[in-house]
T-cell receptor, first 114, second 111 residues
Framework: GAVVSQHPSWVICKSGTSVKIECRSL??????MFWYRQFPKQSLMLMAT?????????EQGVEKDKFLINHASLTLSTLTVTSAHPEDSSFYIC??????????FGEGSRLTVL | DAKTTQPPSMDCAEGRAANLPCNHS???????VYWYRQIHSQGPQYIIH???NNETNEMASLIITEDRKSSTLILPHATLRDTAVYYC????????????FGTGTSLTVIP
């Protein structure tokens, strides 16, 4: 299957700093990517839909100014958590849609805010 | 906004078939059924999907009832590495259409 890679796989930062997570589709072009967040023992929660060359679409309750999404090319989307706080600590997962409509997911990025 | 219902947990003996049910009684005619699984602290892994007919691949089989209101994912010979949370998702296959995850079934394969 298609490969989606995230970087970094884990990051620890101080409260108030910003953290950028990259999501790359390695062997296919993805006009649409999705960002999810997952808290311990919970399911994945869709945060936003990232469209190449246009603004992201955020789910209700997700602050667009706090979670900045950029999808500048067909193989790269980035999520920046701005002014991170401990409650933003979570597992962030990106995905890209394949040509059959299925989603391929990255390995996830675990963010810990101290 | 999940449209599926799954049992929260199941056990299966190693080497036996694991049958994971999913109810999607409000499924629309153009909605597919997708199955993913998530092993602890990893991103979800695509397993299989289908519309009406039963489907089989190297990982699993998907059995969809004739009225399409429920389906069953079958892992024919479960191994310890199949221990994971399994998610059943229904969605329309159109550009940008989102996947919403429900609570899934936590499958434990027992030696």
């Amino acid at each position: 299957g298609a490969v989606v890679s995230q970087h970094p796989s884990w990051v620890i930062c101080k409260s108030g700093t910003s953290v950028k997570i990259e999501c790359r589709s390695l062997d296919f072009q993805a006009t649409t990517m999705f960002w999810y967040r997952q808290f311990p023992k919970q399911s994945l929660m869709l945060m936003a839909t990232s469209n190449e060359g246009s603004k992201a679409t955020y789910e209700q309750g997700v602050e667009k100014d706090k979670f900045l999404i950029n999808h500048a090319s067909l193989t790269l989307s980035t999520l920046t958590v701005t002014s991170a706080h401990p409650e933003d600590s979570s597992f962030y997962i990106c995905s890209a849609r394949g040509w059959l409509g299925e989603l391929f997911f990255g390995e996830g990025s675990r963010l810990t805010v101290l | 906004d999940a449209k599926t219902t799954q049992p929260p947990s199941m056990d299966c003996a190693e080497g036996r078939a694991a049958n994971l049910p999913c109810n999607h009684s409000t499924i629309s005619g153009n909605e597919y059924v997708y199955w993913y699984r998530q092993i602890h602290s990893q991103g979800p892994q695509y397993i299989i999907h289908g519309l009406k007919n039963n489907e089989t691949n190297e990982m699993a089989s998907l059995i969809i009832t004739e009225d399409r209101k429920s389906s069953t994912l079958i892992l024919p010979h479960a191994t310890l590495r199949d221990t994971a949370v399994y998610y059943c998702i229904v969605r329309v296959v159109v550009t940008g259409n989102q996947f919403y995850f429900g609570t899934g079934t936590s499958l434990t394969v027992i030696p």
